[in-house]
């Protein structure tokens, strides 16, 4: 397990299948919004500051009521599987071993009541890609406040897949094959859409002689082995292939709006997050609307090629908001140094994806515990050697600002 960061990405990128890295590495277009985003934090240079007592220091924080020990969450992503064989069950492990929260992904390769359970006491937020079918968005929703979540955070930069080069080149889309999309086949709302497609005749048609090709046999593999239920008798029906198409034709919501966290309210009682603001204006209208939280991310480059740095959009949105909700933050996170910058911009915590999945493909739990580990482990230090004695102390200027 390196623990420099190139030398642990190189090592995962070896061990991880050509489908798997491009799809969890690669960005939107020619990768220019993931570069921004690394690059943002050489423009906030951190300040150290000399005799202060650093003896004790605290990176504990409050967040919805509950107390964390650092401010760190492991960020939702889906299709795990990809990295390790235990998935989402590996990760709360690691979670666990932390005391951290874990968000789980709706584009999940294990249910989230399989995870919870790995989970035990630890805290859970659920991660909701809200679909154009609200039956089933609120179905997901009440699944997760019965397991336990404590926040729900909803992302609204997916509502359609971004031009992501790299699968394109590959010609991959993990949930063409059913990978990652464990919570919609044990979701009853979802069965039963599936069962209504199958009963209706237009699930799996072929072209008459088509021949198929070994891509589309071991697609078919993939979709026959994800499905609920025994292999022989899921090669012999219509279900697994209509899940698939149902889950193709309900994921997009490109007409969601603001008007639609109305229903969202009415369903939940959980504190709402929404992941993915950029904008000062949005930051301001989620607030007006009554959101509990906003976390600043550009989905870590993965849906607009050419956006604005995630970093950039944190430091114009804390200014505006002025801490009237907490503000989460995401996207080109590196190190433990990367995090005091976000923290010093006004982030109250921060989500970390990419990092530790790195360590899970090349240890499983252990793996993923152990980067994060470090990255609390290089935060504490870049803290003392700082002058800062608590993550609440945090400010501006501990950095110094870019100019204009």
Not at 4 to 11: H, I, V
Not at 206 to 215: D, H, M
Not at 336 to 349: E, M, N, P, V
Request: glycine share 8%; with cysteine; aromatic share 6%.
């Amino acid at each position: 397990m390196p623990v420099e960061p190139s030398a642990l990405y190189a090592a995962a990128h070896r061990r991880m299948s050509s489908q798997a890295w491009s799809y969890v590495a690669g960005s939107a277009g020619m990768q220019r919004t993931d570069e921004a985003n690394q690059q943002a934090f050489q423009r906030y240079p951190i300040v150290p500051r000399m005799l202060r007592d650093v003896s004790e220091r605290s990176l504990a924080v409050q967040l919805f009521g509950y107390t964390l020990p650092a401010p760190l969450l492991f960020a939702p992503i889906g299709v795990l599987e990809m990295a390790h064989p235990d998935a989402e069950l590996a990760v709360a492990r690691a979670a666990s071993a932390l005391g951290l929260p874990m968000v789980l992904s709706t584009q999940g390769s294990v249910p989230m009541e399989r995870t919870v359970a790995e989970l035990g006491a630890n805290p859970m937020w659920y991660q909701l890609y809200w679909s154009n079918n609200n039956e089933l968005a609120e179905s997901l929703v009440r699944r997760a406040e019965t397991a336990g979540a404590q926040a729900l955070v909803v992302t609204l930069d997916t509502h359609l897949l971004g031009w992501r080069t790299r699968d394109l080149d590959l010609g991959y889309l993990p949930f063409a094959r059913a990978e990652g999309i464990a919570q919609y086949l044990t979701d009853p709302v979802f069965t039963d859409l599936v069962r209504r497609r199958a009963a209706s005749g237009v699930a799996g048609e072929t072209a008459v002689n088509q021949r198929p090709t070994l891509a589309a046999v071991r697609t078919l593999l993939s979709i026959t082995r994800h499905y609920p239920g025994r292999f022989p008798a899921n090669l012999r029906s219509p279900l697994p292939r209509a899940a698939v198409e149902t889950f193709l034709d309900v994921f997009p919501c490109p007409a969601l709006t603001w008007d639609d966290l109305d229903f969202l309210r009415g369903i939940t009682s959980l504190p709402i997050v929404l992941k993915g603001i950029q904008s000062v204006d949005d930051a301001r209208e989620a607030i007006d609307r009554g959101v509990d939280g906003i976390q600043v991310s550009n989905h870590g480059g993965r849906q607009v090629d050419g956006a604005v740095a995630a970093l950039d959009a944190l430091a114009e949105i804390s200014a505006a908001v002025g801490g009237r909700v907490p503000l989460l933050f995401d996207s080109g996170i590196r190190s433990g140094a990367d995090i005091f910058k976000a923290l010093a911009l006004g982030a109250s915590a921060v989500m970390i994806g990419r990092p530790w999945l790195y360590g899970l493909a090349l240890d499983g739990a252990a793996g993923a515990e152990a980067v994060m580990e470090r990255l609390i482990a290089e935060l504490d230090l870049t803290m003392a050697l700082s002058g800062v004695a608590s993550v609440t102390e945090l400010g501006r200027d501990n950095l110094r600002l870019p100019v204009g």
